[in-house]
């Protein structure tokens, strides 16, 4: 087998070669030879290639995401330790403990092969939080699927569940909530974004940088083998004269059980402090990890390729430098201390291999089978890819569809009607119970969840001693961001935040996975520019800020782009996880209270997708203000003890959380509208099913009904109490007085029959 | 008292355990599997998780691992030693209690508030809870069906080798929803269930009134503290 060397390349300038099938543009190509002064070896070309596509260099969205770093106050820096850029954002939670957290996208691995990708993604995810130095203490998912009903989906729903389980349980990461949706939108470009939450001592920080010149350069973890090559069949093709396997999947393969391992072996060199820098090798594999390792660093470094370690020798240089197996780190070490990072890996039977090290010379060379097969700029690779500025238009289509609102479809007044919608939300599958995924996943593990599903966000214990810990929850209604996206992303914020809120945390931190159709398309690119400056608007208006996230484009099939889906992930802080307050009431005669105003507010709701199958209008308003200050008043209300459940009222409206406070622990409430009616000027149909924000829905024992009135009033935020819970047990129910009334467990059944009914 | 808990490549619930322990009254010890000591501890926990990736079988390749000769020595010379989860498979492989484990019959992962029925509370890990009590412990696993041949279960029935039987639900399809077993002696018992996960007051399993409020895990460690010191 003959390599391309640099040599070769400079002797045969003229040499043909497949930029356009490896997904570079002419013009791309001719910059690299700019770049280079020579043609690139098939090595170069590779990890060009790899490094300047979409998924790496963020080429497309770039120009736009720059706004969160611009729209900043002096406030949203106060916690921030390690901004975008990295592997992952970190911020200081307080008592000398940091949290590093972050989104991605799974997407289009998990719709070829739903299990593989699925927990592939929950790997690359936890990978990059162990790169900051971080123990994983907690995963996420936030699932899209197509229609229940399309045969297709059941297969996409088992897989990907069954993947997240596998890969998430057999790692030992509590897995503590998420989101599941199903939409046609989403037929064929399912979305499978994993986050992943990590721990850290403020000493224990790392980043991916290659300082220090004579520093050894070493890969450790599963060997590298044939997974996961982009465009595998084009690199084994005859261009680049290979004579190894021919078209490997595309799709890489999970070890959990080599991810846990290297979990802890990193965490070992951690405290052993044998490390300088250290990254993960995702995307684009060994190019990725040395480019972006060099460029970050003193910018020099030596790679001997010949020293990766192989499950199958018959690799190319080219297969070697792209390939994307699964469960690899890349550390930087210092020479004195090689033996010892070389004990602990053998401790935990990791395979180690040492590669080069850092030099001075401002160049990535690497070399395989005594050939010079790489030589370039690093930074070239991995940082000064293109940027576009690509044609953005306004959608044609939707002044028609904000035309078209909900607000005219009827709306009915009687309770037995009432009745039968609420039941239908409660049964949408949307709004059902998603216990059968659910139960699926270990939330017990590490003995520090103090909330999950069904709660409205995910809780942790960080520290034993104070019970300091951290509340997540992730968010995004696309049906929101189809009918304005500028909106939507600042309602998916809203909402995310809310939901934090009501556990009693303080919202810190944002990331985001920022999912979209084609950006060639124009409509599509005008979608995202207004997704990201809603977004980076409200990040700014609450003072929260955006530590990293990902971007996913090309999430469309023929010319039907899915629904802009800016999944919002908002991590906030609570100072000690025993005043956490959970989603739902636990005790009979405590009195339950609306925060907030409800207006006439159906565009984009579940009620309108339920009971009408529209979607049309515009999204409910938000108030960044008011959310602010209901977080600041649900804290307040949470450090006194004042409430005993909160639940946000967000798709379905009150109706939907009236129908979760009651069905969780099955004790009952008697609820009256016509305050409600009476205040807010509006029918029996809008109290139940408006999805108006800035609401939330407390139960507060009778002994502290004086002081939280109280506390509602002193803020000026909008309180009425709307009812009192009642007893448990067989005979507990919803009563929507002189509407209609429903057994709770009638409640519970139709929302626990849906899913089991379509992937039983 | 000190009672060690066996970390294993792949253990998960390992630190749980440790905190079970500790927060049971007793002093917890950290134990690696490719040592031959048991640094003098009076009992042992085998922890939950997947131990090496659950490869070849659940617990196959751990009932292997160096340290598990001093185990079975320790256990055949009545040392009390806990098998949870990945720990009662190894227990089984081990053939220091009866059965094996497979694949869940619903052919997935279950995670479950499990309610069980203490069958025999004379074992060194049972005897702070009354015979025939129901309680309530988390339950996790993917491999938890027990099997066993007909003889086999007849004779564990007989002898009160039943320890815990699954009580409303049999959520993966266990030979006469046992839940676990012990040897003969009592000193060994394995189960499925994790008790390490119902110790601590907002982090166990919800019960009926309140949310994460199961404390019914304790006392498998009281009861072990209590054999230990009697």
């Known amino acids: 087998m003959s390599a391309d060397t640099v040599e070769n390349a400079i002797a045969t300038p003229d040499k043909e070669q497949p930029y356009a099938a490896l997904g570079l543009k002419p013009d791309e190509y001719a910059r690299i030879k700019e770049i280079l002064g020579r043609r690139p070896t098939s090595g170069e070309l590779a990890m060009y290639s790899v490094m300047w596509s979409e998924h790496c260099s963020y080429k497309s969205s770039k120009m736009y995401l720059r706004q969160f770093g611009q729209k900043v106050t002096p406030k949203m820096r106060e916690r921030l330790m390690v901004g975008m850029g990295e592997n992952a954002g970190v911020i200081d939670i307080g008592e000398g403990w940091a949290v590093t957290f972050k989104v991605e996208s799974h997407n289009h691995p998990s719709y070829i092969e739903p299990f593989q990708g699925a927990a592939t993604g929950v790997g690359g995810i936890v990978r990059d939080i162990i790169s900051m130095g971080a123990r994983p203490v907690a995963i996420m998912d936030q699932l899209r699927f197509g229609a229940v009903e399309n045969a297709d989906t059941a297969r996409v729903v088992a897989g990907v569940v069954g993947g997240i389980s596998f890969y998430g349980n ?36 790392h980043l991916a940088n290659a300082s220090g010149v004579g520093n050894k350069i070493v890969l450790f973890g599963a060997r590298t083998g044939g997974d996961g090559i982009g465009g595998a069949s084009i690199l084994a093709s005859d261009s680049f004269d290979s004579t190894g396997p021919t078209k490997r999947p595309a799709v890489q393969v999970g070890d959990p059980f080599a991810e846990k391992v290297l979990i802890e072996c990193c965490l070992e060199l951690y405290r052993g402090g044998l490390v300088e820098g250290i990254q993960d090798l995702g995307a684009a594999g060994i190019s990725c990890a040395t480019s972006e390792l060099a460029a ?13 370690l192989l499950r199958d020798p018959t690799l190319t240089s080219e297969e070697i430098l792209m390939s994307e197996s699964q469960e690899r780190m890349m550390a930087v070490v210092e020479p004195g201390k090689l033996e010892a990072f070389l004990a602990v890996t053998a401790k935990w039977d990791v395979e180690t291999s040492v590669l080069g090290e850092v030099t001075d010379t401002g160049r990535l060379v690497i070399h395989h089978n005594g050939h010079e097969i790489v030589n370039v700029d690093p930074s070239t690779v991995a940082v000064d890819g293109p940027v576009y500025e690509r044609p953005v238009a306004y959608p044609t289509w939707i002044d028609a569809l904000n035309a078209d609102s909900a607000s005219v479809l009827a709306r009915p007044t009687d309770g037995p009607t009432l009745r039968e919608q609420f039941l239908s939300l409660v049964a949408s599958p949307n709004l059902a119970d998603k216990s059968m995924i659910t139960t699926q996943y270990d939330y017990f593990v590490m003995g520090n969840t103090a909330l999950s599903f069904p709660d409205d966000a995910g809780m942790i214990r960080v520290d034993e001693e104070s019970g300091l810990g951290f509340s997540v929850a992730t968010d995004c209604n696309g049906r929101y961001c189809q009918l304005d996206p500028y909106q939507g992303a600042q309602l998916a914020l809203a909402e995310a935040y809310r939901n934090v809120s009501v556990t009693g945390a303080v919202p810190a931190a944002v990331t985001d996975c920022l999912n ?30 955006v530590t990293g996230g990902n971007v996913s484009f090309y999430n469309q099939t023929g010319d039907v782009a899915i629904h802009p889906t800016p999944v919002v992930g908002v991590l906030g802080i609570i100072d000690d996880v025993a005043r956490r307050i959970p989603s739902a009431w636990q005790e009979e005669g405590h009195n339950i209270y609306l925060l907030g105003v409800t207006s006439v507010e159906l565009d984009g709701s579940a009620w309108a997708n339920t009971i009408h199958n529209h979607l049309g209008g515009r999204p409910p308003a938000v108030d960044l203000e008011r959310e602010v200050a209901l977080g600041s008043l649900l804290h307040g209300a949470a450090l006194e003890g004042l409430v005993t459940s909160a639940h946000d009222l967000s798709d379905g409206g009150l109706a939907q959380a009236l129908a979760e406070a009651v069905s969780r622990f099955g004790v009952g409430a008697r609820v009256y509208l016509d305050e409600i009616l009476e205040r807010d000027g509006v029918d029996a149909a809008t109290a139940l099913f408006s999805e108006s924000t800035g609401r939330v829905i407390v139960s507060v024992d009778r002994t502290d009904d004086v002081k939280f009135v109280g506390l509602c009033e002193a803020r000026g935020y909008p309180v009425l109490r709307i009812g009192v819970t009642d007893q448990r047990g067989a005979e507990a129910e919803l009563d929507v007085q002189g509407l209609f009334r429903i057994p709770v467990t009638e409640i519970a059944h139709r929302s626990a029959e849906t899913l089991p009914k379509y992937f039983g | 008292m000190r009672i060690g808990v066996i970390t294993f490549p792949g253990s998960l619930d390992d630190r749980d355990a440790l905190r079970a322990i500790r927060i049971a009254g007793a002093e917890p010890v950290s134990l690696w599997h490719g040592e031959h000591d048991l640094q003098g501890v009076d009992a042992l926990v085998l922890p939950g998780g997947f131990s090496y990736g659950d490869y070849l079988r659940a617990g196959a390749i751990a009932s292997h691992a160096p340290i598990m000769s001093e185990v079975i020595d320790a256990a055949n010379k009545g040392m009390p030693v806990l098998g949870i989860c990945n720990g009662f498979q190894m227990l089984a492989e081990a053939r220091l209690v009866p059965g094996a484990h497979t694949r869940n019959d619903v052919q997935h992962f279950v995670r479950r508030d499990q309610h069980l029925i203490v069958e025999n509370n004379t074992t060194a890990w049972t005897t702070k809870f009354s015979a025939g009590e129901e309680i309530n412990i988390p339950l996790k696993n993917a491999d938890g069906r027990f099997i066993a041949d007909a003889d086999t279960i007849r004779r564990i029935e007989d002898n009160g080798q039943v320890t815990f039987r699954y009580f409303g639900v049999n959520p993966n399809g266990s030979a006469d929803d046992i839940a676990g077993v012990s040897n003969e002696r009592g000193n060994v018992v394995g189960l499925m269930p994790h008790p390490e996960h119902a110790v601590e007051p907002g982090f166990g399993p919800d019960t009926a009134t309140h949310m994460r409020s199961g404390l019914d895990g304790l006392h498998f460690f009281t009861s072990v503290i209590e054999r230990v010191l009697a």
């Open chain 1, 170 to 205: 057999c790692l030992g990461l509590p897995n503590i909530g998420g989101e599941t949706y199903f939409d046609a939108v989403y037929q064929g470009n399912p979305l499978v974004n994993a986050l992943a939450v990590g721990v850290l001592r403020h000493e224990d920080l």
């Open chain 1, 296 to 308: 970050n660093g003193d910018g020099g470094m030596f790679v001997e390729l010949d020293n990766v």
């Open chain 1, 516 to 545: 979209f159709g084609s950006p060639e398309n124009p409509e599509v690119m005008w979608q995202f520019q207004r997704a990201v400056e809603g977004l980076s608007d409200a990040c700014q208006a609450m003072e929260i800020p």
